[in-house]
């Protein structure tokens, strides 16, 4: 009787890790495309109306990236959309100068590697 209660615990438990881990997950899903949506009310940023070039789960991405150490390129080019919005909107920075930028490098390099190519960066 007692290792019948001891698998049923056990296997509750393991449920309850999987269903925590699973909205773990989802809530930072969540909050890239909450951050991706600002970055286009705030700075309309044409290349997150495109189509996805492919689409991993954030918590992979960062897995990966972190981890296995790929997806260096995409960190090295976070700046590219913010660089475009301030030659189309012709804002000229002084050395120095403080200003507001919703930025967020995690977020940035998921989105980067969201919606560019490799070919598409600079990545030398």
């Given at each position: 009787?007692?290792?019948?209660?001891?698998?049923?615990?056990?296997?509750?438990?393991?449920?309850?890790?999987?269903?925590?881990?699973?909205?773990?997950?989802?809530?930072?899903?969540?909050?890239?495309?909450?951050?991706?949506?600002?970055?286009?009310?705030?700075?309309?940023?044409?290349?997150?109306?495109?189509?996805?070039?492919?689409?991993?789960?954030?918590?992979?991405?960062?897995?990966?990236?972190?981890?296995?150490?790929?997806?260096?390129?995409?960190?090295?080019?976070?700046?590219?959309?913010?660089?475009?919005?301030?030659?189309?909107h012709?804002?000229?920075?002084?050395?120095?100068?403080?200003y507001?930028?919703?930025?967020?490098?995690?977020?940035?390099?998921?989105?980067?590697?969201s919606?560019?190519?490799?070919?598409?960066?600079?990545?030398?």
């Amino acid at each position: 009787m007692e290792t019948g209660k001891f698998i049923n615990f056990s296997r509750r438990f393991l449920i309850l890790i999987f269903v925590i881990v699973l909205s773990l997950l989802i809530y930072c899903q969540i909050k890239v495309e909450i951050y991706r949506y600002d970055l286009i009310k705030l700075y309309n940023f044409s290349y997150l109306k495109k189509d996805r070039v492919k689409f991993v789960p954030f918590v992979y991405f960062i897995i990966e990236s972190k981890i296995f150490e790929k997806n260096s390129c995409y960190f090295r080019n976070i700046n590219l959309p913010y660089k475009e919005y301030e030659n189309i909107h012709h804002i000229i920075r002084q050395p120095n100068e403080e200003y507001f930028m919703r930025f967020n490098i995690e977020y940035n390099a998921y989105l980067m590697y969201s919606y560019y190519n490799l070919e598409e960066l600079r990545c030398n």
